[in-house]
């Protein structure tokens, strides 16, 4: 197949609308198509999830876990021309934490990050008020590094994710909300630089359009490949398809913490897990692109997975006993919101599956722009179909995110889990760790804690001739190798 434009170019159908170019600030599925392009954090993931040098050089730890002193590098340049400095990395994560930025990356800082400061123009110092065991997961994850003098001269965060400056190997040419995102290699950029000049990503909601774009040679590259349409592009010469697991559970988020809902009682949120039949829907809705979960806590995250935690099963007797119990005997009502970047036809197999037992759902279908300002503020109550991207290959992430009193995503409440959050805080080896998120894993399944649908693959599909291979277990797109063979 040719290329859609030429080989300095790429074009990447994506299904979700790019709206704003804060990664500072957007903390959501949005973000994973742009944020590993245009910036660059102090540290940052291998291929194979390992923790790697990025503008810092080297980082100490004291004995106490209480001071981390990052060494940067004196050869980074952001897209403006500017020389990237120590001030810089300190005000980055200053603005982080600063409450009118707006940041969702703020709640895993917030608590943790007492002070920063500039020993010089190439030391960082950042004192923690606790112990956070995964602070430079997280670091590598959320905090990219922006440039001091020039967000400062902006009237305002909006106006920064509408003209962003970063120092990644990607530099923003243009964005047309609604349409495409334009990136051109930024030739100044410290690495290794990407194999060609210009990508864009050109968004296509629709997973059919965005395959047959494909097909026509209309675009180089497109995500999110509807699962019934694997087996049929697997046969096309000329066209490669990588479904890959990205420790992402999919699951109806819900805000349970409102006494007056029925969710809050744990019986009706049992009762909605086993009146689906999450075998039914991977196998005959996800065309087999899917695996049934046992827990929040996804099988492909490096620690916290214990083997002997079933699935729920499907029981929709036990689900309307559960339901009765909870004085619900003939079921009630809600809604369901569902972006358009997730499957309508899974929502409306969880719907049908909940109506069968009595509990009747209004599907709410939301562009995922819409969905995402709503999501992130609270507002997508009392229940969503959502995943929670792996970032920092811990799964304090997902925890901290959606399970915990303070989570972005979260209105849970539950203090045996929220105690073992905090020992997770300070405590560093492995087998510890891995305890430790196994009993979270229990309680959350216990507790009903959400609606466990299935494992989360993104299914790419591009032309063969384009040479890239994507992060396993991992829901962030990194396309600085991308190149043509």
Known sequence: MKPAVDKDTIVFATDRNIAMLDAQVDNTGNSDRYHWQLFDNLYTFDADGHLTPQIAKSYEESEDGLTYTFKIRDDVFFHNGAK?????????????????????????????????????????????????????????AFIAIVPKAYTESLSSPEEFAQKPVGAGPYKLVELKVGQYLELERFDQYYGEKPGIKHLIFKFISDATTRVNALQTGEVDMADKIASSDVARLKKIDGIDVLPIATGSPMHVRLYSNDPS???????????????????????????????PLSTFISKYYPL??????????????????LLAE?????GFETTLMNPTSYSKDVAEAVVAYW??????????????????????????????????????????????GTASKSGTWSDYDNKEVQDLIEKTNSV?????????????????????HSVLISEMFYVYGKNSQVDWKPQKGYAFYNLRTLSWK
Do not use: C
């Open 428 to 448: 560093s080896d492995f087998k510890s760790r891995d305890m430790l998120f196994r009993q979270i894993g229990k309680i959350l399944h216990d507790d009903a």
């Open 355 to 400: 109506s069968a037992v009595g509990v009747n759902a209004k599907l709410k279908i939301l562009d995922y722009s819409a969905w995402a300002r709503l999501n992130n503020t609270h507002k997508s109550g009392p229940m969503t179909v959502m995943q929670y991207s792996n970032a920092i290959n811990d799964p304090i992430t997902p925890i901290s």
């Open 84 to 140: 990237l400095t120590a001030e810089d990395v300190k005000f980055s994560i200053e603005r982080i934490l600063d409450p009118k930025v707006k940041s969702t990356r703020r709640p895993y800082f917030a608590k943790t990050i007492k002070s920063v400061s500039v020993a010089d123009d190439s030391t960082v110092v950042v004192t923690m008020a606790k112990r956070d065991e995964v602070f430079i997961n997280k670091a590598a």
């Open 261 to 291: 809902l029925p969710i809050h009682d744990p019986r009706v949120r049992l009762a909605l897990n086993y009146a689906i039949d999450a075998n039914a829907i991977i196998e005959n809705v996800m065309h087999g692109i899917g695996e």
């Open 304 to 321: 916290g997975v214990d083997p002997d935690l079933q699935p729920y099963g499907y029981n929709p007797d036990k689900a309307r006993k």
């Open 326 to 330: 909870a004085g619900y005997p003939n």
